[in-house]
């Protein structure tokens, strides 16, 4: 289609920004008075010692606290801890402001929930909402104001190791879970002493990493950068995040701690933003190594003016803004300006009315039976059931014996994932305990088999042995919780050391096996899924682990969890995601097609993937517009029905193609789901309503824009299945 055609006919542009309501946190004019008052009073030493944070605390720490060059701290927990500094901040310093504290309560404080990419297998945003508020009280009890989190990164490349800390590869999904934990973390009011102020990091397409590797560079065209990696950031914005952590990479040659579009044109200007933005962990200095500056001091610069507030163990803006200011170089303004931003968060927390907490209230919230009950809930519900032959599952708890093998399957640190934070190993519950308590530790017989990485077979004998004995097998392999999270990408998706061996060796048995697969990615792992008749991706569960998987084995809890990644046969094959581009060449059997010879072109599990014990059919799709003056809408809804005998949870997906367009569009796109719990012949109609405004994309003016023509529509159990339709969008109205 022609875009002159189009433009004749009902093409309407739109300013994205425009199209979205900005909620940010609200401006209270009380407020922003007492804030002015303060800059008044602060010397240019003072305000620069609001935007320096650094980490832990030291003596020396403590005099520059008393003196105001240190606004905030991170890395320090605890009641007694926080209430000690804060008194210093505010009763031994001139003005008085108090500290904020920030942490990286990124899926627990010390009760301990599943990873985030675990967590967005649920597909139950109000899980999400519940554990974040759940984390946020413990740390707030704790002294903790700030969580950098939710980690809002839409990652499609599996070896990048921060793939565990998100939601996964989709945009929508992503963003609705990063509204979700927002909400979680941050509740109706920051004055609430159990809330924290979130910080949506790390700002921009930081996932989107060259070759997966960590910190690595990113070149993405605008318009990616705009319908894939920035959504999400501004879902969590307009659910009032407060504040936002800038990323350690550069976007097409311009670091994102130093990138004037994202920071000021994106952020601030078309999203109004109105909280402060943190560098991320020496991402200022790093703009040394990025070669954007010759001094500390040019980077500096470029940092603040490109719109970071805050300085996060960088040590640039301490020592260089005064001098900067001095030479003419910026302008005192500016640095009003962030002092500004980081004192009105101050404000809106409350702290400077109650900056102390409670130790008592600490204690009795730590690891509160509400937390360890709803770190339950949601384990068992982040488990995804990849294969099931023959109804293995559930085990029968009658059974006599059951041999539990693996480096994992006893282990009490790795369930804890990455970024952990004050979560313990002695908190955690193994699998092999989750087994013994469920059907009496006499019928359970370990043995580890080998490590998670190394090449030694001692142990196989003995496992091959135990197996041997017993009725069914359950081997637990996977990664270890340092081999996802930051600094931990994989080159191989494949299970680490001689784990796969081991697998082998047991499935020589021919006894019935389980996989219990613990890790914090995709892991590429073909011979199982041909050879074991069951596998379970259990991710790292947190501090319930072993009883969520014991659970799920035994038939007490119906698996329901659905991958939000694609799960890839072969590192070779990456990136592959569910929602990618058509080619001119789409993949087929074809020889001169999009693919590679020596693998097939699908994935081994597709985006949206997931079993459960019992069947879903969905039926009856019904597709209709209807135009309310304002805009058109698209209904949409299909019956689904339990048809197997027991109780089970389906995510009901919505997917859409834009299929002729004057851009390319993905063959694909989600834009709606639903987890229903439905019982055995239970039937419900599931319906959904889309506006015509969410099917827009970026033109070569980069304009949103919302074309008319045709549109397909599935609504399925994942994404390459389901019930297919069709409508047409013949006007787009300005909303
Ligand atoms: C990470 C951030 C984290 C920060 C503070 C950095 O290395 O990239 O995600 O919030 O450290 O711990």
Redesign the pocket.
């Known amino acids: 289609m022609k875009v002159t055609k189009l433009i004749c006919i009902f093409l309407i542009v739109f300013i994205y920004a425009l199209t979205l309501s900005a909620q940010n946190l609200p401006i209270n004019s009380d407020v922003e008075n007492k804030i002015e008052t303060l800059l008044h009073q602060m010397a240019l030493a003072e305000k620069i010692g609001q935007l320096h944070q650094v980490s832990g605390i030291t003596n020396e720490y403590r005099q520059q606290i008393r003196e105001g060059k240190i606004g905030s701290l ?1 890395n320090v927990r605890g009641a007694k801890t926080s209430n000690e500094l804060q008194k210093i901040a505010v009763e031994q310093s001139r003005l008085k402001i108090p500290l904020i504290i920030g942490n ?1 309560v990124i899926h627990g404080y010390r009760t301990i929930y599943p990873i985030p990419l675990a967590e967005a297998a649920s597909w139950d945003p109000k899980l999400v909402e519940k554990t974040s508020a759940m984390a946020a009280k413990e740390a707030a009890a704790s002294g903790t104001h700030w969580t ?1 989190a939710p980690m809002v990164d839409i990652a499609r490349d599996p070896r990048w190791g921060r793939i565990a800390e998100g939601s996964g590869e989709d945009h929508y999904l992503g963003s609705v879970l990063a509204a979700a934990k927002v909400r979680g973390f941050q509740g109706t009011d920051l004055k609430d002493p159990l809330t924290i102020v979130a910080c949506p ?2 700002y921009v397409a930081y996932g989107a990493a060259q070759g997966g590797r960590d910190y690595n560079t990113v070149d993405i065209a605008i318009n990616t950068l705009r319908e894939i990696y920035l959504p999400s950031f501004k879902a969590a914005i307009d659910a009032g995040a407060g504040t936002i ?1 800038s990323a ?1 990479n550069e976007i097409n040659g311009v670091p994102a701690s130093a990138n004037p579009f994202t920071l000021t044109q994106v952020l601030r200007n078309e999203w109004s933003f109105n909280g402060f933005v943190v560098s ?2 020496n991402s200022i200095g790093e703009l040394l190594n990025h070669g954007i500056g010759a001094t500390p001091a040019d980077v500096g610069k470029k940092a603040l003016l490109a719109g970071v507030d805050m300085d996060m163990m960088g040590f640039v803006y301490i020592n260089n803004l005064a001098d900067l200011v001095q030479q003419g170089q910026i302008e005192e303004k500016r640095i009003d300006e962030a002092v500004r931003r980081v004192l009105r968060i101050k404000f809106q927390l409350g702290l400077f009315d109650h900056p102390y907490v409670d130790p008592q209230l600490e204690d009795s919230l730590i690891l509160h039976k509400n937390h360890l009950s709803l770190a339950l809930e949601s384990a068992q519900k982040s488990i995804v059931l990849l294969k099931n032959d023959k109804n293995l599952l559930p085990l029968s708890k009658n059974i006599k014996s059951v041999a539990v093998i693996g480096p994992l399957a006893d282990s009490r640190y790795d369930p804890l994932g990455c970024w952990h934070c004050e979560g313990k190993a002695k908190d955690i519950v193994t699998v092999l305990e989750g087994i013994k308590t469920k059907i009496s530790p006499e019928k359970v017989h370990y043995v580890k088999g080998c490590e998670i990485n190394s090449q030694s077979t001692d142990g196989f004998s003995e496992a091959i042995q135990i197996a041997n004995m017993a009725d069914a097998v359950v081997v637990v392999v996977g990664e270890s919780a340092a081999m996802s999270g ?1 600094a931990a990408s994989r080159a191989s998706l494949d299970l680490p050391g001689n784990q796969m061996e081991l697998v082998k060796a047991i499935f020589e048995t021919r006894k019935p096996i389980v996989v219990v697969l613990m890790n914090g990615r995709p892991l590429s792992i073909p011979w199982i899924a041909e050879h074991i008749p069951v596998i379970l991706e259990t991710w790292f569960l947190g501090i319930q682990h072993g009883n969520a998987v014991a659970d799920v084995l035994f038939g007490d809890v119906n698996p329901g969890g659905k991958l939000t990644v694609t799960f890839p046969r072969t590192v070779g094959q990456v990136p592959i995601y569910y929602n990618h581009k058509n080619t001119g060449r789409p993949p087929s059997d074809e020889k001169f097609t999009s693919k590679y010879m020596d693998v097939p072109f699908t994935p081994l599990y597709p985006f949206g993937y997931g079993l459960s014990l019992t069947k879903f059919k969905f039926s009856d799709l019904k597709v209709s517009t209807e135009n309310t003056g304002q805009s058109t809408k698209i209904n949409a809804s299909v019956g689904v029905q339990n048809v197997g005998d027991r109780v089970g949870d389906e995510v009901v997906q919505l997917y859409v193609q834009d299929v002729v367009a004057s851009m390319t569009r993905p063959v694909k796109e989600l834009k709606r789901f639903q987890r229903i719990t439905l019982k055995p012949s239970e039937k419900k109609r599931v319906e959904f309503q889309l506006d015509a405004n969410e099917l827009g994309f970026y033109n070569q003016n980069m304009e949103y824009i919302v074309e008319p023509g045709n549109f397909k529509i599935w609504i399925g159990p994942n994404s390459v299945e389901g019930l297919e339709g069709s409508f047409e969008i013949t006007d787009v109205r300005r909303d």
Do not use: I, V
């Open positions: 991170l990286d950098f990091k790390h952590m350690f991320d962990w930051e």
